[in-house]
C-alpha cells in the first residue's frame, strides 16, 4: 500500500518544520532517524492486537507480542512521551490526509469518481470538569465527549477518520468536508450517503449552492402521507429488492416545490398504498429510483457496521489526552441566543399590542369628539327648529313642515346616540382584549428575561485538545486497513470476511515462536484446536509465503503451523 513511506515523510516533514524555530524545545523520542520512528509507532498501532487500550497500559504489561517484533518492549513513560512529541508537532491532520489518499489508491486505483459514505461516531468523555456536551446516543444521555466523521469508501474500505468538538452539527461540516476531502483525494467525490441527521432542508441548499450530490434520508417521514406527494413517474421494482418497488416524487404544492432543492425517492412494498421510507437528496440523472433505495441501505454495511468493527477491535471509543483550554461554553451561549430571540419576539409582540392600544385610545377619543361636535350641531338645528315652530304656531301659521322636521333631527340625534354606543362598546371591547393581551405578554417577557439572564454565559468550560486523538485515530483506521488488506490478499477464503475483533482473537493473537535467522524470520504458530480452522491457517500461510513478504530490514517471514493433532 505504500504506506512506510507516506507515514515517515508526514512525520519527518512536520518535525522538521516544528524544530524550524529555535525556542521549540528538543525532540528526543522524536529522532530524524526514520527507522527508529517504527518501533514506537508499532508500539501504539498494535495496542488492540495486545489487548491493551492506552500507553499507560504498557506499565504492567508483559506479554511477548512486541518483543518478539523488536528484542524489546518500550514501557508507559517512553510512549507517552513520543505520543505527546507526535501532539507538539501537529502532525495528525496532515497524516489523516496522507493516508486517506494512500487508502483512496490502494483500494481504489485511477481517478474515477467516487461514492462515500459518511457518519458520526461519537465516543464519551468520562470528566467532572465543566465541558461542552452532546448527545451520546449509545449511552442514552447528553454528557462531554468528541465526535468523530468516519469516511468509507465503495465496499466499506476506510477512507479516514476527524475529530471535531461534541457540540459540531453534520451541516455545518459536511460540504467542507466534502470539497477537502476532494483536494485530499485529487479525484472528484461522486455521492455521499449518510443518515437522517443531514436530510433537512438547509443542507440540501447548501449542497445546490456547491452543486454537489447526496443521498440521506427525509426527517420525520412517516409524517409525510403519499398525498403530500406528486409522482414523477411511476412506481419501479428496488434494485436487489423485488419485494419493494420506488418513484420519483415532489412536492404536490407548487409554493412547497419550488422552494425546496431537494429530490425525493417514496419507497412502499408492492401492494401497499403510502410510503414507508422516504428517501431525499440530490440525484444525478443516473440515479433512478429503483437506484436510490439500493445504494443508501449500502450505507449499513459500508459505514455502520465499519463503525462497530473499530469500536470492538481497535478501541475507538478510548480517550487520548487530556489538555485542555477554558473557552466560552458555546452551547450555553447558544442556549443564551435561543432565550435572547425569544426575548426580542416577546418584545416585538408586546410593542405591536401596545402600539394597538395607543391607536385604539385615539380612535376612541376621536370617537368622542366626532360624536360630540355632531350632537351640537344636530342638538342647535333641533332648537333652531322648536323655536320656529313656537313662533309658528303664535302666528297661527302652518307648522306640518316644522314638526316634521323636529321628529327628524330627534331621529338623527337618537341614530347618532345608538351608532356612537354601539362603535364606542366595540372600541372598549377591543382596548380590553388587547390590554389582557399586553399584561400575558409583560408576565411572559419577564419569566423570559428571566430565563435568559440565569443562563450562565460568563463561565467558561474546559475543551479538549484533540490532536493527540486525531493521531491515535489515525493509527486505529490504519490497524483496520492493514486487517482489511491482509484479509483481502492472504487470507484463506473463509477467513476473508473476519471482522479485526474476531481476526485478533483467531489469528493475530494465535501462540507461537519467533526464530530469527540472518536471511530469514520463522514464525511457527501452535495447531487449532479445530480441523476446519487448522486448514484455513494452512492456507493462510501458504498464501503468505508464496507472497515472500520481507520484514523491514530485508529478511524473509515464513509462516507455518505445527500438525494438527
Known amino acids: 500500500m505504500g504506506l512506510p513511506q507516506a507515514i515517515e515523510e508526514t512525520v519527518t516533514t512536520a518535525r522538521d518544520a516544528y524544530l524550524v524555530d529555535p525556542t521549540h524545545p528538543s525532540l528526543h523520542h522524536l529522532s530524524a532517524d526514520r527507522a527508529a520512528l517504527w518501533p514506537k509507532i508499532d508500539h501504539l498501532l498494535y495496542l488492540p492486537i495486545l489487548g491493551l487500550t492506552r500507553p499507560r497500559d504498557l506499565y504492567y504489561y508483559q506479554g511477548a507480542g512486541l518483543h518478539s517484533l523488536y528484542g524489546f518492549t518500550y514501557k508507559y513513560l517512553t510512549l507517552e512521551h513520543f505520543l505527546g512529541q507526535l501532539t507538539r508537532v501537529q502532525v495528525g491532520a496532515s497524516l489523516a490526509d496522507t493516508l486517506?489518499?494512500?487508502?483512496?489508491?490502494?483500494?481504489?486505483?485511477g481517478q474515477r469518481p467516487l461514492t462515500i459514505f459518511t457518519d458520526w461516531h461519537i465516543k464519551p468523555h468520562w470528566t467532572k470538569t465543566y465541558s461542552h456536551t452532546g448527545h451520546v446516543t449509545m449511552w442514552g444521555r447528553t454528557m462531554p465527549g468528541t465526535k468523530q466523521l468516519i469516511i468509507n469508501g465503495p465496499q466499506g474500505r476506510l477512507l479516514g477518520g476527524?475529530?471535531?468538538?461534541?457540540?459540531?452539527?453534520?451541516?455545518?461540516?459536511?460540504?467542507?468536508?466534502?470539497?477537502a476531502l476532494e483536494r485530499t483525494l485529487k479525484r472528484p467525490i461522486a455521492c455521499n450517503i449518510f443518515d437522517g441527521e443531514g436530510g433537512g432542508l438547509p443542507l440540501a441548499e447548501r449542497y445546490t449552492e456547491a452543486g454537489r450530490e447526496y443521498i440521506s434520508i427525509l426527517p420525520r417521514q412517516h409524517e409525510?402521507?403519499?398525498?403530500?406527494?406528486?409522482?414523477?413517474?411511476?412506481?419501479?421494482?428496488?434494485?436487489?429488492?423485488?419485494?419493494?418497488?420506488?418513484?420519483?416524487?415532489?412536492?404536490?404544492?407548487?409554493?412547497?416545490?419550488?422552494a425546496d432543492p431537494r429530490h425525493f425517492v417514496l419507497l412502499r412494498p408492492v401492494g401497499e398504498k403510502e410510503p414507508t421510507r422516504i428517501y431525499a437528496g440530490r440525484f444525478a440523472e443516473r440515479f433512478v429510483a429503483s437506484t436510490v433505495p439500493w445504494m443508501h441501505r449500502r450505507r449499513w454495511a459500508c459505514n455502520e457496521l465499519r463503525i462497530r468493527e473499530l469500536i470492538q477491535g481497535a478501541n475507538l471509543n478510548s480517550n487520548y489526552g487530556y489538555t485542555a483550554t477554558d473557552v466560552p461554553n458555546r452551547t450555553r451561549r447558544r442556549q443564551w441566543e435561543k432565550a435572547h430571540s425569544k426575548v426580542t419576539v416577546t418584545e416585538r409582540q408586546l410593542?405591536?399590542?401596545?402600539?394597538?392600544?395607543?391607536?385604539?385610545?385615539?380612535?376612541?377619543?376621536?370617537?368622542?369628539?366626532?360624536h360630540a361636535q355632531r350632537r351640537c350641531a344636530l342638538e342647535r338645528q333641533l332648537a333652531q327648529k322648536r323655536l320656529q315652530l313656537c313662533q309658528r304656531q303664535r302666528a297661527h301659521k302652518a307648522t306640518t313642515r316644522c314638526e316634521?322636521?323636529?321628529?327628524?333631527?330627534?331621529?338623527?340625534?337618537?341614530?347618532?346616540?345608538?351608532?356612537?354606543?354601539?362603535?364606542?362598546r366595540t372600541l372598549l371591547r377591543q382596548l380590553r382584549q388587547h390590554s389582557q393581551r399586553c399584561r400575558v405578554l409583560c408576565q411572559r417577557l419577564r419569566s423570559r428575561i428571566a430565563a435568559r439572564d440565569a443562563i450562565d454565559t460568563p463561565t467558561l468550560c474546559r475543551e479538549r485538545d484533540l490532536e493527540k486523538d486525531q493521531i491515535m485515530l489515525n493509527l486505529?483506521?490504519?490497524?483496520?486497513?492493514?486487517?482489511d488488506w491482509a484479509a483481502a490478499h492472504y487470507f484463506a477464503p473463509q477467513w476473508?470476511?473476519?471482522t479485526l475483533e474476531k481476526?485478533?482473537?483467531?489469528?493475530?493473537?494465535?501462540?507461537?515462536?519467533?526464530?530469527?535467522?540472518?536471511?530469514?524470520?520463522?514464525?511457527?504458530?501452535?495447531?487449532?484446536?479445530?480441523?476446519?480452522?487448522?486448514?484455513?491457517?494452512?492456507?493462510?500461510?501458504?498464501?503468505?509465503n508464496a507472497a515472500h513478504l520481507r520484514w523491514r530490514d530485508g529478511r524473509l517471514i515464513q509462516i507455518s503451523v505445527q500438525a494438527f493433532k
Open 476 to 483: 486505529q483506521i490504519l490497524l483496520a486497513n492493514l486487517h
Open 100 to 109: 486517506a489518499r494512500r487508502y483512496a489508491q490502494a483500494w481504489h486505483p
Open 496 to 498: 476473508q470476511r473476519l
Open 224 to 258: 409525510h402521507p403519499l398525498a403530500e406527494f406528486d409522482l414523477v413517474g411511476g412506481w419501479q421494482p428496488v434494485q436487489d429488492d423485488p419485494e419493494r418497488e420506488a418513484a420519483l416524487a415532489r412536492w404536490a404544492e407548487p409554493e412547497k416545490a419550488a
Open 162 to 179: 476527524w475529530n471535531y468538538p461534541i457540540d459540531a452539527h453534520l451541516t455545518h461540516v459536511l460540504v467542507e468536508v466534502e470539497a
Open 404 to 424: 316634521s322636521s323636529v321628529r327628524r333631527l330627534r331621529r338623527e340625534l337618537s341614530d347618532q346616540d345608538q351608532r356612537f354606543q354601539k362603535r364606542q
Open 503 to 544: 481476526a485478533t482473537q483467531m489469528i493475530y493473537r494465535k501462540a507461537g515462536r519467533v526464530t530469527r535467522y540472518k536471511d530469514r524470520i520463522e514464525v511457527a504458530l501452535e495447531p487449532y484446536r479445530y480441523r476446519d480452522q487448522q486448514d484455513a491457517m494452512e492456507t493462510t500461510c501458504a498464501r503468505l
Open 351 to 370: 410593542a405591536n399590542q401596545q402600539a394597538t392600544i395607543r391607536n385604539l385610545r385615539q380612535r376612541l377619543a376621536d370617537l368622542q369628539d366626532v
